[in-house]
């Protein structure tokens, strides 16, 4: 009796343990990547673009300036 006590312990901590690592490698390999989000500041973006396109109206049209 007891040996089929043991055996059925045995068999449900590998199971628990098995079902534990499996968990552990899907949070690690499929949701934690899944939750990095990138964030993009768009303001300053803008200001950048705003200030190459301000540049580029300002600059100067003659043969010394290009060179």
């Known amino acids: 009796m007891k040996q089929v006590l043991f055996g059925g312990a045995m068999s449900v901590c590998v199971s628990v343990l098995i079902t534990a690592c499996g968990l552990l490698a899907y949070d690690r390999l499929v949701v934690r990547p899944a939750q990095v989000i990138g964030v993009v500041d768009v303001?300053?973006?803008?200001?950048?673009?705003?200030?190459?396109?301000?540049?580029?109206l300002?600059?100067?049209n003659s043969d010394a300036d290009r060179q």
């Open 58 to 60: 300002t600059r100067g």
């Open 43 to 56: 303001a300053e973006i803008y200001r950048l673009k705003e200030a190459e396109f301000a540049a580029l």
